[in-house]
């Protein structure tokens, strides 16, 4: 899975493949496929017609060919209206291409709700026939749930945990877009940067400055026992029964607006963290991130009169800790 936000350059990175597939001596963007894989199938569930033209003319550029001869092509899903077209339209050309990679630009479009357990079981069973019945490997996209850090929806989580690999692609302060493997079963975990080049009108590879590069997210940079850590240095403790919430000192329930939860966090992550961005924005970030699916805190209700419930990760099991009242 390649994890990106919206235009960072994931048609860029798909389009990299195909040349790769066409001529595996040209540059792509620090991406290499193996030589068994003579035919690939780019799916795009989000561009217009006329962009995937422009796509497959860049393609051609980048592999230095003048044709494809059906060994690598884009074919455009966002005129495809229902999943069920969809699905029909890429069974159709993997059983006409029969390739041995295909890549879906937009994995959530397979699904009504991203969030929905049983749609996102359902579009990943399908993606696994295909994968065996057709003898291939497929690379799905997804974007970060808005306003965080975080793969979309319970379909992102499910990719994320059920997938090979990932690459998360971010961007720096110059532009510049840096793709980092941040899963990978049996192999390292390399990066490689690229950024737009006006004089050939499209992506190549780059090399960052040091010096230049953005502090990376709060929750990217903290494993679980760190964030555990961070919570119980809040000041809370869970007695023997899970639910009560106490203060140390007070031994009484206790509740916090937000403002002053976002200082104590700021205040803990300066001390403890100095390698992470503190700012208000990134820890606003951190704060969503902690949120998302109720994993940390549980959020309930609207605002004004919206309650943030801490809760303690212990061997898969939530347990509250304290509440915040909005």
């Not at 919206?6 to 798909?14: A, D, R, T, V, Y």
């Not at 455009?76 to 029969?98: A, D, N, P, W, Y």
């Not at 494993?223 to 000192?249: M, R, S, T, W």
């Not at 937000?258 to 704060?287: C, R, S, W």
Request: aromatic share 6%.
């Amino acid at each position: 899975m390649i994890q990106a936000p919206p235009g960072i350059g994931k048609s860029s990175i798909c389009e990299s493949i195909l040349s790769n597939v066409l001529n595996k001596d040209c540059e792509g963007l620090g991406l290499y496929v193996d030589k068994d894989v003579e035919r690939a199938v780019f799916f795009d569930c989000e561009r217009d017609l006329s962009l995937i033209d422009e796509s497959n003319e860049v393609m051609l550029k980048r592999a230095n060919i003048k044709e494809h001869n059906t060994k690598a092509i884009i074919v455009g899903l966002r005129e495809s209206f229902s999943i069920t077209e969809k699905k029909q339209r890429i069974i159709q050309v993997v059983e006409h291409i029969k390739p041995q990679l295909i890549m879906i630009d937009g994995v959530a479009d397979l699904v009504l709700d991203t969030n929905s357990i049983e749609q996102t079981n359902n579009a990943y069973l399908w993606l696994m026939e295909i994968i065996v019945k057709y003898d291939l490997s497929i690379i799905v996209t997804l974007h970060p749930n808005k306003g965080t850090t975080t793969a979309r929806g319970h379909i992102g989580s499910e990719m994320l945990r059920r997938c090979e690999g990932v690459i998360e692609v971010s961007e720096n302060i110059e532009g510049i877009r840096t793709m980092q493997v941040t899963k990978a079963r049996r192999s390292k975990k390399p990066k490689v940067s690229f950024k737009w080049d006006e004089d050939t009108q499209m992506m190549v590879s780059c090399d960052v400055k040091q010096g230049n590069t953005k502090k990376p997210s709060i929750m990217k940079s903290l494993n679980d026992y760190e964030i555990e850590q961070l919570k119980q240095a809040l000041g809370f403790e869970i007695k023997h029964k899970p639910g009560e919430i106490v203060d140390k000192k007070m031994r009484v329930p206790i509740k916090y607006k937000l403002d002053p939860i976002m200082i104590a966090l700021q205040k803990y992550l300066k001390e403890e963290h100095p390698q992470v961005n503190t700012g208000t924005n990134n820890v606003g970030i951190f704060l969503k991130d902690l949120c998302f699916e109720n994993k940390h805190i549980l959020k309930i209700g609207k605002s004004p009169t919206t309650t943030y419930v801490f809760q303690n990760i212990d061997e898969g099991d939530l347990i509250v800790k304290s509440e915040i009242i909005e």
